[in-house]
C-alpha cells in the first residue's frame, strides 16, 4: 500500500480503456471507514480504479470522521467548519496523489460520498473543480461556509447525481433539496432523486447512480 495523504483501498480496473483508466474516490459517512463503501467497487462500471479512503480523524470506540460535529444542550447540530476545509483540502491532494500513484487520468475523476463523504465531495468540486468531472452526493447536502465558489465557466464540465432518503431523520430531505437549486445557480444541472429510506442507500438508489455513472464518458 503506497503511502499518501489517506489511508485507502485500491482496486484497479478489471478492463482496459483508451489511455488512462478513470477513477472513482469512495469518501465514507461520519463514524465509519473505508470499508463501508468498498462493497460499491464489484458493481461499479469495470473500466473505473477504485479507491476507498479513511477519513484523518479517528473515533472511539471505532470509526474514522472527517471533521468534528457538535450537539449542544438544545439537541441543535453544529459542524467544525474550519475542520470540514481541512478535509476539503486534504481531498484534494489526496486526488493528485492517487491520479500520480496509480497513473490514472486526471481529467477523469469521480467523488462518490455518502453523509458526511458527500458534504465534502459537493466542497472539493465546487472549490477545485480542475480537479474532478462527476460527483455522486449521496445522503448529504451542500455546506455553503465550506464553499470557495468559482465562475460559472469552470463549472461547465462538471456532472452531478444526488440521491437522498425520503425519510431520512440524520440529514433531513428538506436540506438535500436545496442542492439542485443551487447547483444551477452556478450553471449546473441537476436533479435530486429521493428514495423511501431513512439515513442510507436504497438498492433501486444503487442501480439508479451506476446506470447513470455508466453513461458519463
Known sequence: MPSLSLHHLSKAPTTKTDGKPPVIILL???????ND????AEELPEKYHIISARAPHAMQPYGNAWYDIYIDAAGVK???NEGAKASRDLIATFIDEVVKEYDLDPFNVTL????????????????YP????????????????????KSAAAYKHLSFYNSHGSVDQVIPIDAARKTPPFLKELGIESTLSEFPVGHGVHPTNFYELRDWLAKQA
Open 78 to 80: 453544529a459542524s467544525d
Open 130 to 149: 480542475e480537479k474532478v468531472k462527476n460527483i455522486i452526493g449521496l445522503s448529504g447536502y451542500i455546506n455553503e461556509e465550506i464553499i470557495d465558489v
Open 37 to 40: 463503501l468498498f462493497p460499491f
Open 28 to 34: 465514507h459517512g461520519y463514524g465509519s471507514d473505508e
Open 112 to 127: 462518490l460520498g455518502f453523509s458526511q463523504g458527500t458534504i465534502l465531495s459537493y466542497a472539493v468540486a465546487l472549490t
